[in-house]
């Protein structure tokens, strides 16, 4: 298996996970599209995957809840690369609050970031996918796709949302050569997770420290945090995997916080 040549959107790919799984596809011979909210984070980062090779990198701005933002990047890359073949639908946020305290407006700009945004960015691309018969659709779930926590009503709902229309896109795009895939890590130590430290400290009344070792760590089988080097592994599995064989399946990385 490798994904010499193919042609990849990441949507959050200016840093944390989303670089790391761009710059293993780009390892491996891929062409990589780096969308971000953040334009000049995202050329600089384009720049450098593509000095490291073999593969290279452009750059779109992209806001993933605008959909003419998204049509226009999704276009552009096309355009750039001459196809996609690969969709990861990776950009996110973290909110977090007691269900009787969620601000809406809160609620709906997580969820519209997560769901509004793997969907609009996959109805973008499936066009393309269907043109040519094939292609891989993978969204990045979480261990909160499966289970649930304390303080995160807005992204517990939006990560098993995710599921559903990754089982649902199998389904419809299996007939048309393109499958679905859920990644689903455990706690991931990106500034993503290391904002969310002192809000569950504040919010749940114990220690830093203490958020880290029982809430974030406790569960695990090792108390190691899974890093953005595993989930860029398992993103390349399912990109350059030949078959529908896996076709709607999630796969949890957790160091055993979860297990099914």
């Known amino acids: 298996m490798n994904m010499t040549g193919k042609n990849c959107i990441v949507t959050g790919a200016a840093s944390g996970i989303g670089r790391?799984?761009?710059?293993?596809?780009?390892?491996?011979?891929?062409?990589?599209?780096?969308?971000?909210?953040?334009?000049?984070?995202?050329?600089?980062v384009a720049e450098e995957l593509t000095a490291m090779g073999p593969g290279r990198a452009m750059a779109v701005e992209m806001d993933v809840t605008d959909e003419d933002a998204?049509?226009?990047?999704?276009?552009?890359?096309?355009?750039?690369?001459?196809?996609?073949?690969?969709?990861?639908?990776?950009?996110?946020?973290?909110?977090?609050?007691?269900?009787?305290?969620?601000?809406?407006?809160?609620?709906?700009?997580?969820?519209?970031?997560?769901?509004?945004?793997?969907?609009l960015t996959t109805k973008a691309c499936l066009p393309h996918m269907y043109k040519q018969g094939s292609g891989t659709v993978i969204y990045m779930g979480s261990v909160h796709s499966k289970e649930a926590s304390p303080l995160k009503s807005a992204y517990v709902t939006a990560k098993h949302g995710l599921l559903g229309l990754a089982r649902t896109l199998a389904k419809e795009g299996g007939p048309k050569g393109v499958r679905s895939h859920v990644i689903c890590p455990g706690?991931?130590?990106?500034?993503?997770?290391?904002?969310?430290?002192?809000?569950?400290?504040k919010d749940l009344g114990i220690s830093e420290d203490e958020v880290v070792s029982r809430v974030m760590l406790g569960q695990t089988v090792d108390t190691e945090f899974t890093t953005v080097e595993d989930i860029a592994n398992l993103a390349w599995v399912f990109a350059a995997f030949p078959t529908n064989a896996l076709t709607g399946q999630s796969l949890v990385a957790s160091h055993g916080w979860y297990m099914n």
Do not use: M
């Open 20 to 44: 790391a799984i761009a710059e293993k596809y780009v390892s491996d011979g891929a062409n990589v599209c780096i969308a971000d909210l953040k334009l000049e984070a995202a050329q600089r």
């Open 70 to 119: 998204v049509n226009a990047g999704v276009a552009r890359t096309v355009e750039t690369l001459g196809g996609v073949d690969v969709l990861v639908s990776n950009a996110g946020i973290q909110i977090v609050h007691r269900i009787e305290d969620f601000p809406y407006a809160e609620w709906k700009k997580l969820l519209a970031i997560h769901l509004d945004g793997a969907f």
């Open 187 to 201: 706690f991931v130590k990106t500034p993503l997770v290391e904002k969310q430290i002192p809000e569950q400290a």
